[in-house]
């Protein structure tokens, strides 16, 4: 534990610390979408409790390093499958593919239902459209996906154990302040919305991509998203006597 207190250590804990908070801007945003579905009551514990169960499962992957590490070895190569490519496919591979269809399904399936799905807080069936339950699992799983990736990062940059969990719990914290406030400027204003929603169509699609050993700077997409988000205050300044368009809502009422 006296190694966290050295002056490298510290460094280290800072740097990581800012790394996860900028890479997890995404991740972020993915929250609040999935908990600004389900009522005012629920939508904060949804959120506390999917960055606090993402973050216990990170710490507990740090447990079982070897494990992480042998994602990275290949369990098969595409062109033993028959394809003309000798690309070797490992379980991160495998997680990552999974976490970028899961993000490219669930970004299309809320664009649709905020754009051109059924108004109200049920669906045609009467069920509730949003649960806190469903919303947990899906925050939690799409963490996961991130989880891995970002232990992988964080050994890249010091193989102190005590170092990245300091890392893992601060910047889990920095989530849990600012997941709110993001959230509700997100809600209030629907152009933001859809901007949020179409950074998370091009993360899934980076994670696809990624799968596949194409990698393609995040930094890109952060900038083309920053300068969008630009665009869009300035276009928020000069309208902000006008009544905004209002998307579609499948959230429960509050009981």
Known sequence: MEDLFTSAALTSVFTITLLEIILGV????????????LPSKEEKKARNWGILLAMA???LLLLGLGFVLQLQTPLFYLDDLGLPWHLGISGKDLLILGGGLFLLYKTTYELHHKLEGEDGD????????ATLSRAIFDILLINIIFSVDSIITAIGMTTIISVMAASIILSSGVMLIFAK???DF????????ILALSF???IGTLLVAEAFHVHVPKGYVYFAM????????LNMKMRKNTTPVQLKKHVAEDR
Do not use: C, M, W, Y
């Open 226 to 233: 920053a300068f969008s988000f630009f665009v869009e205050l």
């Open 57 to 59: 499962f990170r710490l």
């Open 122 to 129: 049920k669906t045609s069936t009467g069920k509730s459209a």
């Open 200 to 202: 998370l169509l091009l």
């Open 181 to 183: 406030p993001i959230g």
């Open 186 to 193: 997100v809600e209030k204003h629907p152009t933001v919305k």
């Open 26 to 37: 995404d991740n972020i945003i993915f929250i609040s979408v999935i908990a600004g579905k």
